[in-house]
T-cell receptor, first 112, second 111 residues
């Protein structure tokens, strides 16, 4: 069965520190992979997506993610976190017929 | 930019009421989706639609129905609201597998 796992429910980092949010998936074919961010009380905004090609993808707000087929992972990274990055982050995998499966989210807290 | 508009940000309804949540998108997207979001459970798909008058059940359709009479509008209906339907409801639209555009969400409280 297709699934997405975000092993970290909460992560706290200091402003200026690097960030890596983990995402593992289970999917039968080459997946479509996405990262979304949700600010409090808001909908989800697309950060970046991977369909094929270069396994390192760049997104908005300085984020990037790397697709590693051998590890079934699509981890999100940022070299230097800003206080405005505090939000909840969701990984999603394309489940065919345009339906996506979402992880349960990782809430990021940024310390000043 | 694609815009997905949900008619209400906050809604309070009584148990047993029929509740309508409206969603409108302005970019002629074929696909529209309704999710509910609960702490610790992530997003769960309720219903989706690939075309006008077409609908398919998602993972948790019980207690819900939908309507898509026009391409730009996708309505979620709670036939008889119950307290366990208190949640954040998110509408999204997409064209092919290009990622979803989400609305701002409707936080529904059933009392």
């Amino acid at each position: 069965a297709q699934s997405v796992t975000q092993p970290d429910i909460h992560i706290t980092v200091s402003e200026g520190a690097s960030l890596e949010l983990r995402c593992n998936y289970s999917y039968g074919a080459t997946p479509y992979l996405f990262w979304y961010v949700q600010s409090p009380g808001q909908g989800l905004q697309l950060l970046l997506k991977y369909f094929s090609g270069d396994t390192l993808v760049q997104g908005i707000k300085g984020f990037e993610a790397e697709f590693k087929r051998s590890q079934s992972s699509f981890n999100l990274r940022k070299p230097s976190v800003h206080w405005s990055d505090a939000a909840e982050y969701f990984c999603a995998v394309g489940a065919g017929t345009y339906k996506y499966i979402f992880g349960t989210g990782t809430r990021l807290k940024v310390l000043a | 930019d694609v815009k997905v508009t949900q008619s209400s940000r906050y809604l309070v309804k009584r148990t047993g009421e029929k509740v309508f949540l409206e969603c409108v998108q302005d970019m002629d997207h074929e696909n529209m989706f309704w999710y509910r979001q609960d702490p610790g459970l992530g997003l769960r798909l309720i219903y989706f639609s690939y075309d006008v008058k077409m609908k398919e059940k998602g993972d948790i359709p019980e207690g819900y129905s939908v309507s898509r009479e026009k391409k730009e509008r996708f309505s979620l209906i709670l036939e008889s609201a119950s307290t366990n339907q208190t949640s954040m409801y998110l509408c999204a639209s997409s064209a092919t597998d290009d990622g979803y555009t989400f609305g701002s969400g409707t936080r529904l409280t059933v009392v």
